[in-house]
């Protein structure tokens, strides 16, 4: 079965500081893509930044980056000099096919 | 820069009642998509559509639900008899092609609908 295992329901970091958020996946494509979304209050889901299974370079988008560890099939998300405006809940997602499964989410407060 | 739009923002329908869900995809892309997200939990794929036909659907997408292009723009989400269970929020996605080996296209999502059943 394809899951995604986000183990930390919730996070804080102090702002200015840098978190890293945990995401596991289950899976037996060798083809796939790996996201991770923020939700704000909104609800509005915002793509932050994704990661094709066949590419071994970490994906880097601004202060997100992410370390893709395929073996592990881990796929985590490092947010450098956390902002305000990023507290919200993050999502961790595998695509395969046209199918996109998320994780339970992490919710993550922004000390100031 | 294009987006994908939802109405209503927020449905409040009775239980039993039909409820149609309305979302207007990018106007180029070729896949549509609806997912739901029961408030406090993940977010859950529903269907995926091309060509006029279901592609693909979810053990949650059961006879209640159905799925609609009308016309060149709307795609919409039926639920015929809702239940307490369906409140939940519902997102449309859309992306120009499927994905393919070597190549992704992002699925774009809509702003959602809040669907709230009493």
């Known amino acids: 079965a394809q899951t995604v295992t986000q183990s930390q329901p919730e996070m804080s970091v102090q702002e200015a500081e840098t978190v890293t958020l945990s995401c596991t996946y289950d899976?037996?494509?060798?083809?796939?893509?790996l996201f991770w979304y923020k939700q704000p209050p909104s609800r509005q889901m915002i793509l932050v930044i994704r990661?094709?299974?066949?590419?071994?370079q970490n994906a880097t988008e601004n202060r997100f980056s992410v370390n893709f560890q395929k073996a592990a099939k881990s796929f985590s998300l490092k947010i450098s000099d956390s902002q305000l405006g990023d507290a919200a809940m993050y999502f961790c997602?595998?695509?395969?096919?046209?199918?996109?499964?998320f994780g339970k989410g992490t919710r993550l407060h922004i000390l100031p | 820069e294009p987006e994908v739009t939802q109405t209503p923002s927020h449905q409040v329908t009775q239980m039993g009642q039909e409820v149609i869900l309305r979302c207007v995809p990018i106007?180029?892309?070729?896949?549509f998509y609806w997912y739901r997200q029961i408030l406090g939990q993940k977010v859950e794929f529903l269907v995926s559509?091309?060509?006029?036909?279901?592609?693909?659907k979810s053990e949650i997408f059961d006879d209640q639900f159905s799925v609609e292009r009308p016309d060149g723009s709307n795609f919409t989400l039926k639920i015929r008899s809702t239940k307490l269970e369906d409140s939940a929020m519902y997102f449309c996605?859309?992306?120009?092609?499927?994905?393919?080996?070597?190549?992704?296209?992002?699925?774009?999502f809509g702003p959602g609908t809040r669907l709230t059943v009493t």
């Open positions: 996605a859309s992306s120009a092609e499927a994905p393919s080996w070597g190549q992704m296209y992002e699925q774009y």
């Open positions: 899976t037996s494509e060798s083809d796939y893509y």
């Open positions: 990661q094709e299974a066949y590419k071994q």
């Open positions: 997602a595998y695509m395969v096919d046209d199918k996109i499964i």
């Open positions: 106007s180029n892309h070729l896949y």
């Open positions: 559509f091309y060509n006029n036909e279901i592609s693909e």
